[in-house]
């Protein structure tokens, strides 16, 4: 049986559905993350993508970002430091092309608004892009602002995060994924 390739503007070479063995362990060119089925790849050249990484748009309005577009780069020019996790990045990651020094990991970018994560939290977290602060009790002064911390770490980071309003539950991006992914 054959399978028809696909090409992709990051890559020169066709590219074709392939099938992982149990003991491989390999890492999406795009997102960084270890491989699952289904993916695509160049075998010769060892590039490799999630289908779902394939598809991811060249370009997006981002709802953190809202004064400018943001380009997809395959190859970004020099490491960057991501804005979502604070992480640092040097494969696939959207950036502004306006000089805003705005830079995003492909992961993070496409991260869902909402989140559901029952098994350990009972009402579904949204998305924020900065860390929620609420007045100081017995207070009334603006600059006597409280941080809630993440619920897994338990520090408060500058960072995006997923957020309970009813519970205050706060809970950074790079806590809540990895907590996530060893539940998986």
């Given at each position: 049986?054959?399978?028809?390739?696909?090409?992709?503007?990051?890559?020169?070479?066709?590219?074709?559905p392939?099938?992982l063995?149990?003991?491989?362990?390999?890492?999406?060119?795009?997102?960084?993350?270890?491989?699952?089925?289904?993916?695509?790849?160049?075998?010769?050249?060892?590039f490799?993508?999630?289908?779902?990484?394939?598809?991811?748009p060249?370009?997006?309005?981002?709802?953190?970002?809202?004064?400018?577009?943001?380009?997809?780069d395959?190859?970004?020019?020099?490491?960057?430091?991501?804005?979502?996790?604070?992480?640092?990045?040097?494969?696939f990651?959207?950036?502004?092309?306006?000089?805003?020094?705005?830079?995003?990991h492909?992961r993070?970018?496409i991260?869902?608004?909402?989140?559901?994560?029952?098994?350990?939290?009972?009402?579904?977290?949204e998305?924020?892009?900065?860390?929620?602060?609420?007045?100081?009790?017995?207070?009334?002064?603006?600059?006597q602002?409280?941080?809630?911390?993440?619920?897994?770490?338990?520090?408060n980071?500058?960072?995006?995060?997923?957020?309970?309003?009813?519970?205050?539950?706060?809970?950074?991006?790079?806590?809540l994924?990895?907590?996530?992914?060893?539940?998986?």
């Amino acid at each position: 049986m054959k399978h028809e390739g696909k090409y992709h503007f990051s890559h020169e070479h066709i590219m074709i559905p392939i099938e992982l063995d149990e003991d491989d362990e390999v890492k999406c060119n795009a997102c960084e993350q270890l491989l699952t089925e289904p993916f695509i790849g160049c075998p010769p050249c060892q590039f490799f993508l999630h289908e779902n990484c394939f598809h991811v748009p060249r370009s997006m309005d981002h709802p953190s970002h809202p004064s400018h577009p943001l380009t997809l780069d395959p190859t970004p020019p020099h490491p960057y430091t991501c804005n979502a996790c604070g992480s640092h990045g040097k494969a696939f990651g959207f950036g502004c092309g306006a000089h805003c020094e705005f830079h995003l990991h492909l992961r993070c970018a496409i991260l869902p608004e909402t989140f559901s994560y029952d098994d350990e939290h009972p009402h579904g977290l949204e998305l924020v892009f900065e860390p929620p602060s609420f007045k100081n009790l017995g207070t009334s002064d603006d600059s006597q602002l409280v941080k809630i911390p993440c619920y897994i770490c338990n520090e408060n980071q500058v960072s995006w995060l997923y957020y309970c309003e009813a519970c205050e539950y706060v809970a950074h991006l790079k806590c809540l994924l990895s907590k996530y992914e060893e539940m998986e």
